[in-house]
T-cell receptor, first 110, second 113 residues
Framework: LAKTTQPISMDSYEGQEVNITCSHNNIATNDYITWYQQFPSQGPRFIIQ???TKVTNEVASLFIPADRKSSTLSLPRVSLSDTAVYYCLVVNSGNTPLVFGKGTRLSVIA | DTAVSQTPKYLVTQMGNDKSIKCEQN?????MYWYKQDSKKFLKIMFS???????INETVPNRFSPKSPDKAHLNLHINSLELGDSAVYFC????????????FGPGTRLTVT
């Protein structure tokens, strides 16, 4: 599975847009890019998944350039409750286990 | 209704004991997993079951034995507990498909003293 690299931590003020970039240079043709969020003392929660271009849901947007070697998770107008660890993962179609990296610890400040 | 549930939420026990953690999912999924998150917060796969059959068994001591009585349940039994087994254990489930997403349980914090 493709290895991912993302910043260890980020800080943001409430109300700002936060963009977390992830690199996955060895992504394969049948791989998808998936982001999970984990709050303290909770299990990871699926946020968004995409294959190419742009995906948007009620929580976030995911931007994937044409070469798919990186992706950017965009969280609009963050609040204190968005403070969590965000994991970028590359997954293929199938029930393969998720390979988690260290994630990005986002701290939202009032 | 909780999609993926685990019991117990907390488990404190002494070295050498045997303990079990239970997991149930009511999503109708065909695949279930056990992950371990250690003190450094690394989350790693331990086992994966599809339709009650073991399909992935990562490098885990054989003191750990998963059991899946049916597609909705995946239990984890641990023999002869050691200090290094202290961690948070997460159960997850997914459904075979093009873009499967995994649903995680709330975790079981195991402390071995």
């Amino acid at each position: 599975l493709a290895k991912t690299t993302q910043p260890i931590s980020m800080d943001s003020y409430e109300g700002q847009e936060v963009n977390i970039t992830c690199s996955h240079n060895n992504i394969a043709t049948n791989d998808y890019i998936t982001w999970y969020q984990q709050f303290p003392s909770q299990g990871p929660r699926f946020i968004i998944q995409g294959y190419k271009t742009k995906v948007t849901n009620e929580v976030a947007s995911l931007f994937i350039p044409a070469d798919r070697k990186s992706s950017t998770l965009s969280l609009p107008r963050v609040s204190l409750s968005d403070t969590a660890v965000y994991y970028c993962l590359v997954v293929n179609s199938g029930n393969t286990p998720l390979v988690f990296g260290k994630g990005t610890r986002l701290s939202v400040i009032a | 209704d909780t999609a993926v549930s685990q019991t117990p939420k907390y488990l404190v026990t002494q070295m050498g004991n045997d303990k079990s953690i239970k997991c149930e999912q009511n999503l109708g999924h065909d695949t279930m997993y056990w992950y371990k998150q250690d003190s450094k917060k690394f989350l790693k796969i331990m086992f994966s079951y599809n339709n009650k059959e073991l399909i992935i068994n990562e490098t885990v001591p054989n003191r750990f034995s998963p059991k899946s009585p049916d597609k909705a349940h995946l239990n984890l039994h641990i023999n002869s507990l050691e200090l290094g087994d202290s961690a948070v254990y997460f159960c997850a489930s997914s459904q075979t498909g093009v873009q499967p997403r995994q649903y995680f349980g709330p975790g079981t914090r195991l402390t071995v003293t």
